[in-house]
Antibody
Framework: QVQLVESGGGVVQPGRSLRLSCAAS????????MHWVRQAPGKGLEWVTT????????YYADSVKGRFTVFRDNSKNTLYLQMNSLRAEDTAVYYC??????????WGQGTRVTVSS | SYVLTQPPSVSVAPGKTARIPCGGN??????VHWYQQKPGQAPVLVVY???DRPSGIPERFSGSKSGNTATLTISRVEAGDEAAYYC???????????FGGGTKLTIL
């Protein structure tokens, strides 16, 4: 079945780096744009970044631009989020979601990132 | 930057109709998507492109727009509809996706 599975979350000190992964299955990954969305504890959804199907176009939220990098490996059906210079305010559950022209109908279960000394 | 405004909470009795507004400048020119999120779970798409429903979403869920406001309407609400609801649009002036702040729907 169509599925997204995130991994790579954990506890990290401020200023350090972390890489999240999102493994896709059940659909042709290379034909879909993909997104990362995060949700801080007790807060709403915040869009983080979008990457087009071919990896050639990327968009970033102002809060992460210059610190986070999204990329994908279509041969491995995997989406990545490289997070550098992490801050306490990056603490959140990070979700990947499948794009498309009609809303985002496929989401992963999320991976938790805690930035704390 | 583009802002979508939702009330923090809406309350409704079982069997009644819940209406969740989402306000945004010139929202009439944008496609609005709506998501339901229950505690501890990932969001679920319930309405896309303003008023269309994905397969598997009950007909009780519907979307509309008027002026600068989009509205998610849930008819004959049930206890299982208690959740947070988020609206979403693409802002092509900034190349950003934008979520509303979310509305917590409480079934009385």
């Amino acid at each position: 079945q169509v599925q997204l599975v995130e991994s790579g979350g954990g506890v990290v000190q401020p200023g350090r780096s972390l890489r999240l992964s999102c493994a896709a299955s059940g659909f042709v990954f290379s034909t879909y744009g993909m997104h990362w969305v995060r949700q801080a504890p007790g807060k709403g959804l915040e869009w983080v970044t979008t990457i087009w199907y071919d990896g050639n176009t990327k968009y970033y939220a102002d809060s992460v631009k210059g610190r986070f990098t999204v990329f994908r490996d279509n041969s491995k059906n995997t989406l990545y989020l490289q997070m550098n210079s992490l801050r306490a305010e990056d603490t959140a559950v990070y979700y990947c979601a499948r794009g498309g022209g009609s809303g985002w109908s496929v989401w992963g279960q999320g991976t938790r990132v805690t930035v704390s000394s | 930057s583009y802002v979508l405004t939702q009330p923090p909470s809406v309350s409704v009795a079982p069997g009644k109709t819940a209406r969740i507004p989402c306000g945004g400048n010139n929202i009439g020119s944008k496609s609005v998507h709506w998501y339901q999120q229950k505690p501890g779970q990932a969001p679920v798409l319930v309405v896309y492109d303003n008023s269309d429903r994905p397969s598997g979403i009950p007909e009780r869920f519907s979307g509309s727009k008027s002026g600068n406001t989009a509205t998610l309407t849930i008819s004959r609400v049930e206890a299982g509809d208690e959740a947070a609801y988020y609206c979403q649009v693409w802002d092509d002036s900034s190349d950003h996706w934008v979520f509303g702040g979310g509305t917590k729907l409480t079934i009385l």
